[in-house]
């Protein structure tokens, strides 16, 4: 039930910046597309909540609750920018425009920054955990706890083949300090 969950809520996030999009240009709605904007949070917000139901009514804790706390914390930390890319590529694909694309100062800050975010997505996925464990009334649901090992594995994973990767990557397309005779 919590994976249809996940699935149902990704699809609703995707309909409601649709709809945003939608509302905001074809429609020239703009306050009401910045409404639908807004409302993806609470996206999250109905997945925690099942995921706590589920829980009390019985369920046993599972990958597919842990899964959910992640996908919390990634839509917190990373829907504004899914959001800002789905608007750009809109203004781009569809209507034309010249849209500059965000200011990136170098591949390795920017993966470093993307990293942060990823810090914060976990810790965010902690405290939806917390949550569900404080809510569920069920002694089951401590077993979540298992999850801050996954996410710190998720954080080395994303450490090596980010920020470590492309300092490494950078390093190996850097001239030579040395001149060649």
């Not at 306050?31 to 589920?54: E, K, M, Q, W």
């Amino acid at each position: 039930m919590i994976v249809a969950a996940i699935i149902a809520m990704e699809i609703t996030f995707w309909i409601l910046v649709g709809l945003g999009l939608l509302l905001r240009y074809p429609l020239r709605r703009p306050r009401a597309g910045l409404v639908a904007f807004l409302l993806t949070p609470l996206v999250d917000v109905i997945l925690l909540t099942l995921v706590v139901l589920d829980l009390r009514a019985g369920g046993h804790p599972s990958w597919a609750h842990t899964m959910a706390a992640f996908y919390i914390g990634f839509s917190v930390m990373f829907g504004h920018r899914m959001i800002s890319w789905a608007d750009r590529t809109y203004r781009v694909k569809v209507r034309g425009e010249h849209v500059p694309k965000p200011v990136s100062t170098t591949p390795v800050r920017d993966e470093w920054l993307s990293l942060f975010r990823a810090v914060g997505a976990i810790g965010i996925a902690v405290i939806a955990i917390e949550i569900v464990i404080a809510f569920a009334a069920s002694p089951d649901a401590y077993q979540l706890r298992g999850a801050w090992v996954t996410g710190g594995i998720i954080l080395v994973i994303w450490l090596l083949t980010g920020p470590v990767w492309e300092m490494l990557r950078g390093a190996q397309t850097q001239p030579s300090s040395r001149a060649r005779v």
